[in-house]
C-alpha cells in the first residue's frame, strides 16, 4: 500500500472492542483492501475456522513467510459461542503449536506477532518467555511481541536441534496517545 505496509496484524486485545459486529465489518474491510492490493496480507482473526487454518503465506525475496498471530486477552470480550469468528488466544497452546509446526513445513520463515505481557512492564513476564520458547521450538523463527506500550528486551532462543529463533518480547509503541 502506499506507506509501504504489506501485512496487519489483528491479534490484539482491542480486536473485539466494537463486539462482534465491528469485527466482521473490520474483516470485510480488510478483505477489500487484499482484493485491491495482492501484496496485502491480514491475519489474526478470522471469519471462520477454515479462515483460520488458512495460514496466511507472504513472498519476499524468493522467500516464503509464514505469518501468525495470537493474543493474550481481548479486553473482558468474547464472541458468543455460536459466532464462527475465531480469534487465537495465547493459551490455546495446543492450537498454536499445530499452527506453528504446519507453517514451519509450508515456507522457509515462521513469524509470530505475540499480543502479551504487562502493560508499560519494562521486562517479560516468566510466563511470556516459557511460551516464547515453546514457540521457537515448535517452529517459530522470529516472534514480534507487543501490547507492554514499552520496548522489552530481546535475545535468540536456542532450539533443542541446536539451530535458533529471535524474540523481542515487545517493540513498545511506534505512534502512541498516551500521556507518558
Known sequence: ??????????GNDHVLDKGEGGLESCLDYWDEMMNANSGLTVYGAYKNIE???????????????????YTESTNG????????LRIVYTYETELIKEQIETANEIADVVIVSAHWGTEDSLEPAEGTKNLAKDMVNWGADVILGTN?????????????????????????????????
Open 1 to 10: 500500500m502506499e506507506l509501504g505496509l504489506n501485512a496487519v496484524s489483528m
Open 51 to 69: 479462515d483460520m487454518n488458512n495460514i496466511r503465506l507472504h513472498e519476499v525475496n524468493g522467500l516464503t513467510v509464514a505469518l501468525l498471530a
Open 77 to 84: 470480550n468474547s464472541v458468543s459461542e455460536d459466532s464462527e
Open 148 to 180: 507492554p506500550h514499552v520496548p522489552q528486551t530481546m535475545e535468540y532462543l536456542t532450539r533443542e536441534d541446536g539451530s535458533q529463533g529471535f524474540v523481542f518480547y515487545s517493540l513498545g509503541n511506534f505512534i502512541s496517545s498516551q500521556s507518558y
